[in-house]
């Protein structure tokens, strides 16, 4: 490092799978600039020491990711009108001490549509999902002069609602917010200009995934996928045969970290450099995908499968565990969710458990072969043979055990429905399920960890540990 560096960090969690530190460092050093740009994982209880942390070393800028975009503004000194009015922020100037906050998220969409010289003003836009990504979006098409529907799952249209209220205040254009089903995507799309898709849906390891018929698909859309990883989604790759125009989220990513490159340095940025690098990116991440994958008949296991009761941790457990190993974390009961384009207590309400357990089985066929993962499974995956034989093919089976009367505290502190229990507050209907469920865990587990009482970030050093030695004794 020279000296008088000027350093840029992207503060977030997780933050191993960011094309944001290649992008800008290939940026700098196209300027000539003695900067750098590093990516920091910075957990929720950390934020605030990290935002001080950044002042008191005088870090020129920042990036802020998930899950911090919204947290992090009352760290701040001041913030633009733009994340003012979407509420959350991307981009931090430090300027002399005082940290300003700004969001190129809005601005990185309107120039990728830009680019395509798509101009929404006067077009009539739906946006699927009611995210961040969905907020600054939405704000840039109602800014342009688009009308905006906003789509969520039933479940949680209340945050579409919220969004679209908000917009509201400011917009001159309608906007509005509807439940994202079969019936509405119909009826919206047969007069849809530009379709927007700000949901995770579609991006690997979920990437045949689309949640619009291909039927509703017409050439005169705009069909723009916020997801960057796969570049072709499923959803541009039937926008594509239906002969619509399209745009991939790797150009908002690209623009987003552009103008934050302006904000940091004043320069206009080389965003051809950057889009080349975010693609070098891309392609070293599906290589890696391809060459993780296990040489035929050689046993090596490079994934972790968390098994245990609903409660047990394996969530809060997998992340760590996924931030200490630079494996990926992949949430089965969420990929379900995800495949089903519903959430697990509507799978049950309307197709019952049988219908759950087959997504499972999909679900488990679908991420099983891929390696260096930490698999969060759902605390009944363990009831179906095929799926632990799917799993222990490249994962080591740990089993968070946990004692009934911890979770039964920790199902009561966690307001998650539990749709397989009658009453998740009955100890004797908790009991008998454990008490059931304890054999299957126990005959598959590799590793079985007592974290009662453990914090999770113990239990997920305790299982680096047994990992190891697991390992050697494998190996020997
Ligand atoms: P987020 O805050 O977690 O929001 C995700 C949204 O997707 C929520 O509205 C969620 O609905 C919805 N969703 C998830 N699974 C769904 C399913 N199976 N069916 C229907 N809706 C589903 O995430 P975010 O930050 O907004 O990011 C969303 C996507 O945009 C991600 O893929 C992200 O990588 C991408 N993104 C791209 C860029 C870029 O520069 N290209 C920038 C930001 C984000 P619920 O509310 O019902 O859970």
């Known amino acids: 490092m020279k000296p008088g560096v000027k350093i840029c960090a992207l503060l977030g969690d997780p933050v191993e ?68 009015r979407i509420g959350a922020v991307n981009t931090v100037v430090n300027n002399g001490g005082v940290l300003k906050g700004y969001n190129t998220d809005a601005a990185g969409f309107t120039k990728a549509l830009a ?19 969905s907020m600054a979006v939405s704000y840039a098409l109602v800014e342009a002069g688009a009308s905006v529907v906003i789509m969520n799952r039933l479940a949680r249209l209340d945050e579409a609602s919220r969004l679209a209220h908000k917009l509201s205040d400011f917009s001159r254009v309608p906007v509005e917010a509807i439940a994202l089903n079969p019936q509405n995507l119909e ?49 541009l790759s039937d926008a594509d045969q239906a002969g619509a125009q399209t745009i991939n989220g790797l150009e908002m990513l690209v623009w987003q970290g552009a103008l934050a490159f302006e904000l940091w340095t004043g320069l206009a940025p080389p965003v051809g450099i950057m889009r080349t690098q975010a693609l070098k990116e891309l392609e070293n991440n599906s290589l890696n995908i391809t060459r993780r994958r296990k040489p035929a008949g050689q046993k090596v296991k490079s994934s972790i499968a968390l098994i245990g009761f609903m409660g047990s941790g394996k969530t809060t457990v997998g992340r760590i565990l996924a931030g200490k190993t630079g494996k990926r974390l992949v949430e089965l009961d969420r990929l379900i969710e995800i495949n089903a384009g519903s959430t697990i207590p509507e799978i049950f309400s309307a197709r019952g458990e049988t219908a759950f357990r087959e997504a499972e089985i999909d679900a488990v066929k679908e991420i099983a072969e891929v390696p260096n993962q930490v698999i969060s499974c759902g605390g009944g995956v363990v009831l179906n043979k095929i799926n632990m034989d ?21 199902m009561q502190s966690q307001s ?61």
């Not at 605030?48 to 070393?57: C, H, N, P, Q, T």
């Not at 979920?206 to 570049?231: A, C």
């Not at 490249?394 to 039964?408: C, G």
């Open 390 to 410: 799917r799993l222990k093919e490249n994962a080591v089976v740990v089993y968070l055990e946990v004692n009934t009367d911890e979770i039964m505290q920790r």
């Open 187 to 235: 009826r919206s799309l047969a007069k849809t200009d530009i379709l927007v898709n700000a949901t995770s849906v579609g991006m690997h390891p979920g990437k045949n995934h689309s949640l619009v018929p291909e039927s509703l698909l017409r050439p005169e859309m705009l069909v723009f996928d916020l997801v960057y990883n796969p570049l072709q989604t499923k959803l």
């Open 115 to 133: 680019g395509k010289n798509v101009n929404p003003e006067g077009k009539r836009a739906v946006v699927l999902g009611a995210g961040g990504a």
């Open 17 to 84: 799978q960011s094309f944001s530190p290649a992008m800008h460092n290939a940026a700098f050093s196209d300027k000539g600039l003695n900067y750098i740009y590093v990516a920091s994982r910075v957990d929720d209880t950390s934020l605030k020491a990290a935002i001080e942390g950044a002042r008191a070393l005088g870090i020129a800028g920042l990036n802020i990711t998930i899950p911090h975009k919204v947290s992090v503004i009352p760290m701040l000194d001041e913030i633009d009108d733009v994340s003012q």
């Open 416 to 476: 998650i429905e539990k749709p397989v229990l009658n009453d998740p507050c009955d100890p004797d209907e908790v009991r008998q399920l454990v008490n059931f469920r304890e054999p299957f865990y126990r005959s598959y587990a590799d590793i079985s960890i007592n974290s009662t009482g453990l914090t999770a970030e113990d239990t997920a050093q305790e299982i680096i540990l047994r990992l190891k030695n697991h390992a050697l004794h494998n190996q020997g």
